[in-house]
């Protein structure tokens, strides 16, 4: 599920592109205004399993990469949160007690 928000968030990201230089357009305008909403999605999804937390890490990084302006706090931070939550998933594992000389 996550993977097909992030498709379409990079697809309109390349449309928002190619009308930059018409930045005043209700179509720009509106085209800006429904990336931010997809990515604002995107940012809230709880990943349901490790396939979308991974999708969810690669792209937050691939936007961190991307950014030259320093303002990635927030992504990161989230970044970390997904990696916590998904790791804290993971049953820990069972201690053996009285079984074969362990």
């Known amino acids: 599920m996550v ?5 379409q968030f990079r697809e309109m990201q390349v449309l928002l592109a190619e009308t930059i230089a018409d930045y005043e357009t209700p179509e720009f305008k ?3 205004g429904r990336i931010a909403r997809a990515f604002d999605t995107i940012y809230r999804h709880d990943p349901r399993d490790a ?3 991974c999708t969810m890490v690669r792209f937050f ?3 961190i990469e991307d950014n030259d302006s320093g303002d ?3 992504l990161i931070q989230r970044v970390r949160t997904i990696i916590n939550d998904c790791a804290g998933r993971c049953p820990p594992a069972m ?3 009285h ?3 362990i």
């Open 95 to 97: 201690e053996i007690t």
């Open 99 to 101: 079984g074969a000389g």
């Open 3 to 7: 993977s097909i928000m992030v498709e």
């Open 72 to 74: 990635s706090i927030h």
């Open 61 to 63: 990084l691939d936007i």
């Open 51 to 53: 396939a979308e937390a």
């Open 30 to 32: 509106g085209l800006d």
